[in-house]
């Protein structure tokens, strides 16, 4: 379960930093995207349809997940893997627990306090300093978090309308499959794509490898209490920081892995 759970984070941390590394990232997005849908296809087939009631969630989450990639695409244009990266997972489990509190009145326990000040400490810390990131690159990864944050709380409650959370997952992945495409060609007009380059290859690597990584936080689940793995997940911050150095150059500060290890342990407790 522990491995599994690390794995995931390793995982995840490692397609975004594909993406990262993208000449044109909307583009390697988009192609990411055909390896999820390819797979999808047959568990569509074979899966009983989602009830009629599931339906409105399925395409509102799969728009949010549209635009989840296009502003991940811009924030990485603007700041590095070790600053996006955990501002986008500190800011998703902190926006859905304040958003929890404002609409729903829910109460804060002290851990989920802890994790609040943990994770606005970290993001301070990543946005302050002599390797600080971007404006530009803290405002859209903030909005990422945003359209992440909208569509998992859809999920959570499109899921049980839909009568086979399979179904539904499968689903979520063909409909994103066809928006992704046509918001590039919306944008750029057409969608040119060489089976044999080296970029496509890439691309399609960074789906199987975001693909993989799902797969393992679903293995891990189905071992162990929701908890502890979700907070080893989190651990992907560090890991993201880490890949961010070794492979692509980037600053790694005591300040920095310090800021990425507050983000993950406050997202842990938030999780």
């Known amino acids: 379960m522990i491995g599994l759970a690390l794995f995931a984070a390793v995982l995840h941390a490692t397609w975004n930093a594909v993406l990262r590394t993208g000449s044109d990232r909307l583009w390697s997005m988009t192609v990411m ?19 009629a009631a599931a339906w409105p969630y399925l395409v509102l989450s799969s728009c949010m997940q549209v635009g989840y990639s ?21 800011s998703v489990p902190l926006l859905v627990t304040l958003g929890g509190f404002l609409t729903t009145g829910q109460r804060l326990s002290p851990v989920a306090l802890t994790g609040v000040v943990l994770v606005a400490l970290g993001i301070m810390s990543l946005a302050l300093g002599r390797h600080r990131a971007s404006k530009e690159s803290i405002v859209l990864a903030l909005v990422t978090a945003l359209f992440i944050a909208g569509y998992t709380t859809t999920d959570a409650i499109g899921v049980r309308h839909a009568g086979n959370a399979r179904a539904y997952a499968a689903w979520i992945f063909l409909i994103y499959g066809a928006l992704m495409p046509a918001a590039f060609i919306a944008v750029r007009g057409t969608l ?3 089976i044999r380059s080296p970029e496509t290859l890439k691309a399609l690597a960074g789906g199987v490898i975001s693909l993989m990584a799902y797969g ?12 502890p793995i979700s907070a080893l997940r989190e ?5 993201a920081a880490l890949i961010g150095r070794i492979f692509l150059g980037e600053a790694l500060t005591i300040r920095r892995v310090t800021a990425c290890a507050v983000v993950a342990l406050g997202a842990s407790c938030l999780s």
């Open 33 to 51: 995207s055909f390896a999820t849908t390819l797979v999808a296809i047959p568990f569509a087939i074979v899966l009983p349809l989602p009830f």
């Open 70 to 90: 296009v502003f991940l695409v811009h924030a990485y244009r603007y700041g590095a893997l070790g600053q996006v990266y955990p501002i986008i997972r500190g």
């Open 192 to 194: 040119s794509l060489d």
């Open 216 to 227: 393992a936080v679903i293995s891990a689940l189905a071992l162990g209490p929701v908890g």
């Open 235 to 239: 651990t992907s911050v560090v890991f």
